[in-house]
């Protein structure tokens, strides 16, 4: 079926539109990051009367921003890496195996999805503080809490993902593994990892974002030795200024690790989103 002219035309006007949606403002945060800061508060203008890189040499400077970048770094990697590992197993158990309460199992995992994270800010907030005091082990203002409190928004995404992923991978290959006498654990990580790559990478892409520029939880649950990137960009703002061309300047800077890894496992997060979803 051949594209008219009108259809043509239709489709160039919107990839037009979505181009320029989503490019002005990655160009005014560009162009903002390289003014002084007096150019910034005089006005808006398009293009920057004078270009300077200091912005992005004092903003490390004007808060701690390396030591939010590490503890954002921290959490998130042990997030996704206990996300990954912890969806795989449940999911290749699920996937493989008939036992009972498997379905209440997967309705509960994907009926938590229904509702807003912010229900289950007062909960974890209770549970970690009533930990504490009743065996010492403290999670609130600790890296350890967080990443407890990631792991339960991406964990029953990654099971329910991986399980329709792992349906899709035919049992034959089980079959084959156990007949030259390969155990479960081997023919999971020999042989079911490998054919499941995408899926695993959608999953470890979906959890590395979500605890990455999460705010809510961060602002509550962490304190000031503990803080992540998300809730320090709001230290640009003080009671008498606030350093707009360093914001913006950081928020590039902290860009840099999502689209860069998103970049170069796009190929098999969409793959893996598409093959998950649909089995």
């Given at each position: 079926?051949?594209?008219?002219?009108?259809?043509?035309?239709?489709?160039?006007?919107?990839?037009?539109?979505?181009?320029?949606?989503?490019?002005?403002?990655?160009?005014?945060?560009?162009?903002?990051?390289?003014?002084?800061?007096?150019?910034?508060?005089?006005g808006?203008?398009?293009?920057?009367?004078?270009?300077?890189?200091?912005?992005?040499?004092?903003?490390?400077s004007?808060?701690?921003?390396?030591?939010?970048?590490?503890?954002?770094l921290?959490?998130?990697?042990?997030?996704?890496?206990?996300?990954?590992t912890?969806?795989?197993?449940?999911?290749?158990?699920?996937?493989?195996?008939?036992?009972?309460?498997?379905?209440?199992?997967?309705t509960?995992?994907?009926?938590t999805?229904?509702?807003?994270?912010?229900?289950?800010?007062?909960?974890?907030?209770?549970?970690?503080?009533?930990?504490?005091?009743?065996?010492?082990?403290?999670?609130?203002?600790?890296?350890?809490?967080?990443?407890?409190?990631?792991?339960?928004?991406?964990?029953?995404?990654?099971?329910?993902?991986?399980?329709?992923?792992?349906?899709?991978?035919?049992?034959?290959?089980?079959?084959?593994?156990?007949?030259?006498?390969?155990?479960?654990?081997?023919?999971?990580?020999?042989?079911?990892?490998p054919?499941?790559?995408p899926?695993?990478?959608?999953?470890?892409?979906?959890?590395?974002?979500?605890?990455?520029?999460?705010?809510?939880?961060a602002s509550?649950?962490?304190?000031?030795d503990?803080?992540?990137?998300?809730v320090?960009?709001?230290?640009?703002?003080?009671?008498?200024?606030?350093?707009?061309?360093?914001?913006?300047?950081?928020?590039?800077?902290?860009?840099?690790?999502?689209?860069?890894?998103?970049?170069?496992?796009?190929?098999?997060?969409?793959?893996?989103?598409?093959?998950?979803?649909?089995?």
């Amino acid at each position: 079926m051949r594209e008219t002219t009108g259809e043509k035309i239709f489709r160039t006007i919107v990839l037009i539109g979505l181009t320029l949606f989503v490019a002005l403002p990655l160009y005014v945060m560009i162009t903002t990051s390289m003014k002084p800061l007096g150019d910034v508060q005089a006005g808006f203008s398009w293009l920057p009367s004078t270009i300077t890189f200091q912005p992005f040499i004092e903003m490390w400077s004007t808060v701690p921003l390396a030591r939010y970048f590490m503890n954002s770094l921290i959490v998130t990697l042990a997030a996704t890496l206990l996300s990954v590992t912890v969806a795989t197993l449940a999911a290749y158990a699920v996937s493989r195996w008939r036992f009972h309460g498997r379905g209440p199992f997967m309705t509960t995992v994907l009926s938590t999805q229904m509702f807003p994270g912010v229900l289950f800010l007062l909960p974890l907030y209770l549970i970690f503080v009533n930990i504490d005091t009743m065996f010492g082990v403290p999670l609130v203002g600790t890296r350890i809490g967080l990443t407890i409190t990631y792991l339960t928004f991406s964990l029953p995404f990654a099971i329910w993902m991986l399980v329709g992923y792992f349906d899709g991978i035919p049992r034959e290959l089980d079959q084959a593994g156990k007949v030259d006498g390969a155990g479960n654990l081997t023919i999971l990580l020999r042989i079911i990892l490998p054919a499941a790559r995408p899926g695993i990478v959608a999953v470890a892409i979906y959890a590395f974002m979500t605890a990455w520029g999460e705010v809510l939880f961060a602002s509550v649950l962490t304190t000031e030795d503990t803080r992540t990137l998300a809730v320090g960009l709001q230290q640009y703002s003080t009671q008498t200024n606030v350093y707009w061309n360093q914001v913006l300047a950081a928020s590039l800077a902290v860009s840099i690790p999502v689209v860069a890894g998103f970049l170069m496992m796009q190929k098999n997060f969409v793959a893996g989103l598409t093959a998950g979803a649909v089995k």
